[in-house]
């Protein structure tokens, strides 16, 4: 199992390789397993100056979590897989979020949902003109997770509300505007970036040392699709209930507003509620604060028949026409919402104190 991720030292560099180009580089349980006491090691390392992720394959950074394996567990009324696989994925992103050293993503194409946790909690984030970016979780009945409500709110002005409602896609450009990407560089140099990076004089300041040697691979990334819409995306989801984000699409009257709104109603009615209320509480928290919300998040809305159906209908069956329960917005009650971000006694998230 350790094949799926590539752990090495190059010059000063730790060097993780996120190896099942064929599942996309998908994040499993295990590979989270395998890289967080080689991150702990590295991070104590004083001869590791800094750590580089990256996906095999050329397709995918890392398509998201295995989000097909805890369903199939939860199918058989299992949730240890569950329980298991989102305490080590948010225990590896609360490494990463608190690395004490440059922490280097190479984004090269598919990056979705677990990928930004491997990714966006780090010092710099390097995207090519492949980079797919993406938080399509309310399409599966989940919400976004690995930190989505500690870093999408944080994005400029409303993007992170539109992005984790309806799992639009971004590109090289728009993740630059968000702040996403630190920079971008042509994906057929990545190998040349993590080749300077090795050979650095790593004697000064450590961010200074990596951002020196990535200013050194400069690409115009071209203009913001998603910047150019800044003003109506805030304009229609300003709201706080998805009702009032519907009816300002429906006001706006113009195609892409229809599209959106079309999108929206077509998202686990559940997800989106809880996905709202997930971002307006995190625009005031700190990461681990959200990210313990978010444990309680993941632990009730994987038992929810959403998620089954949500995975059935996308990722098994690919008939894209889930039968969400409730059906309608209407029928999610506020209780129901606040009922998934209880505490959980017994089954709650411990995270460290990391340096």
Known sequence: MSEDVLLETRGALGLVTLNRPKALNALSLEMCHVMH??????????SVKAVVIRGAGGRAFCAGGDVRAVASSVARSDASL???????EYALNHRIHHFPKPFIALVDGICMGGGLGLSVHGAFRVVTEKLVLA???????????VGGGWFLPRFPGE?????????ARCDAADALWLGYATHRVESSRLEDVVGALAAADWSGPGREVAARVLQGFPQDAGASGLAARADVIDRCFQGNRVEDILAALEREGTAWAEETRATLLRMSPTSLRVTLRQLRIGRGQDYD?????????????????????GIRAVLVDKDQKPRWSPATLAEVSDAEVEACFAARPGDELELPALG
């Open 289 to 309: 604060t959200t990210a313990r919300m978010e444990y309680r998040l993941s632990q009730a809305l994987t038992q929810r028949p959403d998620f089954q159906e």
């Open 135 to 145: 938080m399509p979780e309310t399409a599966i009945g989940i919400f976004p997770d």
């Open 82 to 88: 569950s329980r298991e696989f989102f305490r080590a």
């Open 159 to 167: 993007a992170g509300t539109y992005l984790g409602l309806t799992g």
């Open 37 to 46: 006491p080689r991150l702990d090691a590295w991070a104590a390392d004083p």
